[in-house]
């Protein structure tokens, strides 16, 4: 708006000044030109009459007429110069030019005494009333300057013609003395020359600035027989002779030829100023018409923008209020809203998350999209908020199921060791579950797991220490060992491997079927093979528990049924041991776990104390030794099952 108004304002001050300078045409016009061309012709008609009564001899007191004509004039123009109100460097020359009139004046005065005292020749007159003309010229081409480009061509065009007619009333002054005295007078010959040579060359150029048109018409008047004639009287004149010699002509002659030639000179120039003010009058047109369209137009354009820019304004205030008040809004609900998802995990309570979330009608501009990144935030911290009571919820299971099973394995080792036979053997096998199952935590958490730094043991010694500490191990079958020895630092996980394998599979089979478990020599490593007659998964699923195997991710705590899967898959990644669960038989899973070799070093077959292959023996049958055994040395534990 307000690049716009000031357009519409510089627009207008432009037009404005063009006015302004058409208006000081006018001015300029009527209070300089003209009164200054009125007193130019006063003293051109008193320099005529001083010159021809000095010649005749005539009374001063016959020049009392054309003086108080000249006064009048002159006080005219200082009346009407007064009034001129021209702007810029120009107008302030012509008031300077306008102030130095009073020395001119002055002049006039002191050539009028030498006239009265008739101690002044015709030349000298001449050439003074010239000086006085010339300097009123000069305020003349002054005040033009200040006028419109256009009006100050034509005015100046004027005052050099006006120039050029001085030229011609010098030379009628002075030829009216030297008929009426019937000779030339001293000097009055060589300024004749003079000015007759001024006049040829400054006619004909004087109206080569006007307009086509009217350079036709000056030309053609320059060839008129009326300024033929003048120009022979002027040849007959030069060729008279010098001061002294008579005349070849009467003042009456002269004033015959003189007089057709003069008017006709000034009735072309006399069109002069109107035509400038013609010129001004269409150039004011032009402007006025300018200024309406422009102005209006702008005006209709400032309003129409002032319109648009208030209810866009308003439509953006608006808006944004109401972006304003659902932020603010949504600053003091959302910790409220956060909070109840949090406790309705535990509470049961039911949170419409659809129903708090904003709705903002804004359109579909920048603003409507700040408003739908607001809606974004919400529902992201909404679900956020969601997941993480989610999460925390689903953890709360985990523990609770896996202290649920070991509130489980208590209860059964406290009756174990309150019942008969085998009853530390029974303890210590529930101890052990329980132990693997706070090793799940460990696992979950991704800590390091204890090490209880007995020293390396064999595979078969680990496979059937595992298999005597999962329920149901009297279901477990070993078959063939591989002589192979696990060290140290692995023997822990991949014992919390295959029991967790072992486990599963006596679970998910039914009960009274066997779940046989062997371990063979492979070429890069050992491969054991847990074998199950359960229920069997589909291929889909199959698929999945395989990914899951192969390429371990985040703990779901929603999927705490699948715990055991999860740490089998945590452990194999981390030792590089592959497992992988395919169909068995018509019923069942076989999971095959790949050791590679620097987990199970081969034993040589001479190597003492190594296991001995045992094919189809029960855990039930060993589970007795090797919990009497401990967890020795692998060779005198292999020495005590043995």
Same mark, same amino acid.
Request: glycine content about 8%; charged content about 20%; proline content about 4%.
């Given at each position: 708006?307000?690049?716009?108004?000031?357009?519409?304002?510089?627009?207008?001050?432009?037009?404005?000044?063009?006015?302004?300078?058409?208006?000081?045409?006018?001015?300029?016009?009527?209070?300089?030109?003209?009164?200054?061309?009125?007193?130019?012709?006063?003293?051109?008609?008193?320099?005529?009459?001083?010159?021809?009564?000095?010649?005749?001899?005539?009374?001063?007191?016959?020049?009392?007429?054309?003086?108080?004509?000249?006064?009048?004039?002159?006080?005219?123009?200082?009346?009407?110069?007064?009034?001129?109100?021209?702007?810029?460097?120009?107008?302030?020359?012509?008031?300077?030019?306008?102030?130095?009139?009073?020395?001119?004046?002055?002049?006039?005065?002191?050539?009028?005494?030498?006239?009265?005292?008739?101690?002044?020749?015709?030349?000298?007159?001449?050439?003074?009333?010239?000086?006085?003309? *010339? %300097?009123?010229?000069? &305020?003349?081409? #002054?005040? +033009?300057?200040?006028?419109?480009?256009? !009006?100050?061509? =034509? $005015?100046?065009?004027?005052?050099?013609?006006?120039?050029?007619?001085?030229?011609?009333?010098?030379?009628?002054?002075?030829?009216?003395?030297?008929?009426?005295?019937?000779?030339?007078?001293?000097?009055?010959?060589?300024?004749?020359?003079?000015?007759?040579?001024?006049?040829?060359?400054?006619?004909?150029?004087?109206?080569?600035?006007?307009?086509?048109?009217?350079?036709?018409?000056?030309?053609?008047?320059?060839?008129?027989?009326?300024?033929?004639?003048?120009?022979?009287?002027?040849?007959?004149?030069?060729?008279?002779?010098?001061?002294?010699?008579?005349?070849?002509?009467?003042?009456?002659?002269?004033?015959?030829?003189?007089?057709?030639?003069?008017?006709?000179?000034?009735?072309?120039?006399?069109? *002069? %100023?109107?035509?400038? &003010?013609?010129? #001004?009058? +269409?150039?004011?047109?032009?402007?006025? !018409?300018?200024? =309406? $369209?422009?102005?209006?137009?702008?005006?209709?354009?400032?309003?129409?923008?002032?319109?648009?820019?208030?209810?866009?304004?308003?439509?953006?205030?608006?808006?944004?209020?109401?972006?304003?008040?659902?932020?603010?809004?949504?600053?003091?609900?959302?910790?409220?809203?956060?909070?109840?998802?949090?406790?309705?995990?535990?509470?049961?309570?039911?949170?419409?998350?659809?129903?708090?979330?904003?709705?903002?009608?804004?359109?579909?501009?920048?603003?409507?999209?700040?408003?739908?990144?607001?809606?974004?935030?919400?529902?992201?911290?909404?679900?956020?908020?969601?997941?993480?009571?989610?999460?925390?919820?689903?953890?709360?299971?985990?523990?609770?199921?896996?202290?649920?099973?070991?509130?489980?394995?208590?209860?059964?080792?406290?009756?174990?060791?309150?019942?008969?036979?085998?009853?530390?053997?029974?303890?210590?096998?529930?101890?052990?579950?329980?132990?693997?199952?706070?090793?799940?935590?460990?696992?979950?958490?991704?800590?390091?797991?204890?090490?209880?730094?007995?020293?390396?043991?064999?595979?078969?010694?680990?496979?059937?220490?595992?298999?005597?500490?999962?329920?149901?191990?009297?279901?477990?079958?070993?078959?063939?060992?591989?002589?192979?020895?696990?060290?140290?630092?692995?023997?822990?996980?991949?014992?919390?491997?295959?029991?967790?394998?072992?486990?599963?599979?006596?679970?998910?089979?039914?009960?009274?079927?066997?779940?046989?478990?062997?371990?063979?020599?492979?070429?890069?490593?050992?491969?054991?093979?847990?074998?199950?007659?359960?229920?069997?998964?589909?291929?889909?699923?199959?698929?999945?528990?395989?990914?899951?195997?192969?390429?371990?991710?985040?703990?779901?705590?929603?999927?705490?049924?699948?715990?055991?899967?999860?740490?089998?898959?945590?452990?194999?990644?981390?030792?590089?041991?592959?497992?992988?669960?395919?169909?068995?038989?018509?019923?069942?899973?076989?999971?095959?776990?790949?050791?590679?070799?620097?987990?199970?070093?081969?034993?040589?077959?001479?190597?003492?104390?190594?296991?001995?292959?045992?094919?189809?023996?029960?855990?039930?049958?060993?589970?007795?030794?090797?919990?009497?055994?401990?967890?020795?040395?692998?060779?005198?534990?292999?020495?005590?099952?043995?």
């Amino acid at each position: 708006m307000v690049a716009l108004i000031g357009l519409w304002t510089l627009d207008l001050s432009v037009s404005v000044a063009d006015a302004a300078a058409l208006r000081d045409s006018f001015h300029t016009r009527d209070n300089l030109s003209l009164p200054v061309d009125r007193m130019v012709t006063a003293l051109q008609a008193e320099r005529s009459a001083s010159v021809e009564t000095l010649a005749a001899g005539r009374d001063i007191a016959a020049l009392s007429d054309e003086r108080l004509a000249t006064d009048v004039k002159i006080t005219e123009f200082r009346k009407l110069s007064q009034l001129y109100r021209g702007s810029g460097i120009s107008a302030d020359i012509a008031r300077s030019r306008i102030a130095d009139m009073s020395t001119a004046f002055d002049a006039l005065a002191q050539l009028r005494m030498r006239v009265n005292a008739a101690d002044i020749s015709g030349s000298e007159v001449v050439s003074g009333y010239a000086g006085v003309i *010339g %300097y009123a010229f000069t &305020v003349s081409t #002054a005040a +033009a300057t200040s006028s419109s480009p256009l !009006v100050e061509r =034509v $005015i100046r065009t004027g005052v050099g013609l006006r120039r050029a007619g001085e030229l011609l009333h010098q030379e009628d002054a002075l030829l009216t003395g030297v008929t009426t005295a019937a000779r030339f007078g001293p000097g009055e010959s060589r300024q004749l020359i003079e000015v007759v040579g001024a006049l040829r060359f400054q006619i004909p150029t004087a109206g080569s600035t006007l307009p086509a048109p009217d350079q036709a018409a000056y030309k053609e008047m320059l060839r008129s027989p009326e300024f033929s004639a003048l120009r022979a009287v002027e040849d007959q004149l030069l060729r008279a002779g010098t001061s002294g010699d008579p005349v070849p002509t009467t003042a009456a002659v002269w004033k015959t030829t003189f007089t057709p030639a003069i008017r006709q000179f000034y009735g072309f120039l006399s069109s *002069g %100023y109107d035509k400038a &003010v013609a010129f #001004a009058t +269409a150039e004011r047109d032009r402007i006025i !018409v300018r200024f =309406v $369209i422009s102005g209006v137009l702008g005006l209709i354009a400032i309003v129409t923008s002032l319109l648009l820019s208030i209810h866009i304004g308003g439509s953006v205030v608006r808006r944004l209020t109401v972006l304003r008040t659902a932020a603010t809004d949504l600053a003091q609900r959302l910790p409220g809203t956060v909070r109840r998802l949090r406790t309705g995990e535990q509470t049961g309570e039911q949170v419409d998350v659809d129903g708090t979330t904003l709705r903002l009608a804004l359109g579909d501009d920048e603003i409507a999209d700040v408003g739908s990144a607001l809606t974004e935030v919400q529902r992201s911290a909404i679900d956020a908020a969601a997941g993480e009571a989610a999460l925390r919820y689903d953890l709360n299971r985990v523990l609770v199921n896996i202290a649920r099973r070991n509130q489980t394995l208590i209860d059964r080792q406290l009756e174990a060791l309150n019942s008969g036979d085998r009853s530390t053997a029974r303890a210590g096998q529930l101890a052990a579950q329980m132990r693997r199952h706070a090793d799940h935590l460990v696992i979950l958490a991704g800590s390091a797991r204890s090490r209880r730094g007995l020293g390396p043991e064999t595979l078969a010694g680990i496979i059937t220490r595992v298999a005597g500490e999962v329920e149901h191990a009297e279901r477990i079958e070993i078959g063939a060992m591989a002589d192979a020895e696990v060290p140290e630092p692995a023997v822990t996980d991949i014992g919390h491997l295959l029991a967790e394998l072992l486990e599963n599979g006596t679970t998910f089979s039914p009960p009274g079927t066997p779940v046989r478990v062997s371990a063979r020599p492979a070429p890069d490593g050992i491969v054991v093979e847990i074998e199950d007659h359960g229920l069997g998964m589909s291929a889909s699923a199959l698929e999945e528990t395989n990914r899951r195997l192969t390429q371990p991710q985040d703990f779901d705590p929603g999927t705490s049924n699948r715990l055991g899967l999860f740490v089998v898959g945590r452990l194999a990644a981390e030792r590089g041991i592959g497992v992988v669960l395919r169909p068995s038989g018509d019923r069942g899973i076989t999971a095959t776990v790949q050791i590679p070799a620097e987990l199970a070093a081969p034993l040589s077959p001479a190597a003492p104390g190594s296991s001995p292959n045992r094919a189809g023996v029960t855990v039930s049958a060993l589970v007795g030794t090797v919990t009497s055994a401990g967890r020795g040395t692998p060779r005198h534990a292999a020495e005590k099952r043995a």
